[in-house]
């Protein structure tokens, strides 16, 4: 799990997917004048420069926001993260999820970001340093843990492990059944990868059994590379905000037929 470095994949089409669905989610959750919780168990450095040596060997950036970037007006609250992240950062640069979250939450919301990568959470705590937030250098999984249920009640958690090992498959039900008992209200986005080898299918089943009424979306793309097992991104939402379900739906359409998404 250590050796994972998201440069190498940053501005994929998964990201696009993610991201876009991530910004939706609390743009809408952003419209009451109450507070927020927000975590992420697995945060990424936070920034990304699509000019690096990482993002020009895999070409995925090429394949995914800078082909997608076109599909979204300005009002859609992805792009107006993007617009913010560049206007700051310079315009090759791409933001992770906590990044976007920053730039999309307000000074009444909490903002707290895990991420056990040594060199990941030490660039991580220094883009975040200018923003609210709390990094932590500590297991996601330990941290979500403890800090549920939450003060305020209200918020989404974004999981988004690197399948990098079995365990992140065959556990993530069990895990997301102790969160959902803390914290029956909380908004839990658990991205996973959609795979030629279908090993994603049995979580999938696991989670629809336990979580009914939950959105599953997943869009499906050619894998960027021969050989490359990811031919598609799902995000599977507890408790999805209104409006996500429509949002999920238009952006899938999107990946098939290429038309601006309002």
Same mark, same amino acid.
């Given at each position: 799990m250590l050796s994972y470095q998201h440069a190498y994949h940053a501005g994929n089409l998964a990201d696009v997917h993610k991201h876009a669905l991530l910004a939706v989610m609390l743009d809408y959750l952003t419209q009451k004048p109450k507070p927020l919780f927000y975590l992420e168990t697995h945060a990424g450095r936070g920034l990304y420069d699509l000019r690096g040596a990482e993002a020009?060997?895999?070409?995925? *950036?090429?394949?995914?926001? &800078?082909?997608?970037? #076109?599909?979204?007006?300005?009002?859609?609250?992805?792009?107006? *993260?993007?617009?913010?992240? &560049?206007?700051?950062? #310079?315009?090759?640069a791409y933001p992770g999820s906590p990044l976007i979250a920053a730039y999309l939450l307000r000074d009444i919301d909490t903002i707290h970001l895990a991420e056990r990568h040594p060199a990941e959470q030490a660039a991580l705590a220094q883009v975040m340093q200018p923003h609210r937030v709390r990094v932590y250098h500590r297991d996601g999984f330990e941290l979500a843990r403890a800090l549920t249920p939450p003060e305020p009640r209200r918020g989404l958690m974004l999981i988004d492990p690197s399948y990098e090992i079995a365990s992140d498959y065959t556990e993530m039900p069990r895990f997301i059944g102790q969160i959902t008992r803390k914290w029956n209200v909380g908004v839990i986005a658990l991205w996973y990868p959609v795979l030629a080898d279908a090993r994603h299918e049995p979580m999938l089943a696991a989670l629809d059994g336990a979580h009914t009424g939950a959105l599953r979306n997943e869009v499906r793309f050619p894998p960027v590379r021969e050989g490359h097992r990811m031919t598609g991104s799902g995000l599977f939402v507890i408790n999805p905000p209104y409006g996500l379900a429509e949002a999920a739906v238009q952006l899938a359409r999107q990946f098939d037929a290429g038309l601006p998404v309002t």
């Open positions: 020009r060997k895999t070409g995925e *950036a090429a394949q995914g926001i &800078r082909r997608a970037e #076109g599909w979204f007006d300005t009002a859609h609250p992805y792009a107006r *993260a993007l617009a913010a992240v &560049r206007t700051e950062h #310079g315009a090759a």
